[in-house]
Nanobody, 121 residues
Framework: QVQLVECGGGSVQPGGSLGLSCVVSGSNFIMNAMGWYRQAPGKQRELVAR???????NYADSVKGRFTISRDNAKNTVYLQMNKLKGEDTAVYYC???????????????WGQGTQVTVSS
């Protein structure tokens, strides 16, 4: 079983910065892509940023140039640095991990519990 534990988040004024981290733990798995999604009140969950094992990334257009995703494969940890935050970035941010569970011989996709990010003056 794969578990994700997120850290970071909180409240910040517009133009400020916040960092998120997510540690993936468990056994019998190989990690592939890791990413961050967010869900604002009344809206669907959307992709914020995603990073593959080889380092390739993709970002939502709304965060390009402001957010940076990175990962430490040795620590099974993914990070999201958020700069120049805007009010519309306010949401619950969820960590996501995708990979292969060799004990079950099946792909998996797991989620963190979510962490609130609030951008307000």
């Amino acid at each position: 079983q794969v578990q994700l534990v997120e850290c970071g988040g909180g409240s910040v004024q517009p133009g400020g910065s916040l960092g998120l981290s997510c540690v993936v733990s468990g056994s019998n798995f190989i990690m592939n892509a890791m990413g961050w999604y967010r869900q604002a009140p009344g809206k669907q969950r959307e992709l914020v940023a995603r990073i593959r094992t080889d380092g390739r990334t993709n970002y939502a257009d709304s965060v390009k140039g402001r957010f940076t995703i990175s990962r430490d494969n040795a620590k099974n940890t993914v990070y999201l640095q958020m700069n120049k935050l805007k009010g519309e970035d306010t949401a619950v941010y969820y960590c996501n991990a995708e990979g292969w569970n060799w004990a079950r011989r099946a792909d998996f996709a797991s989620w963190g519990q979510g962490t609130q990010v609030t951008v307000s003056s």
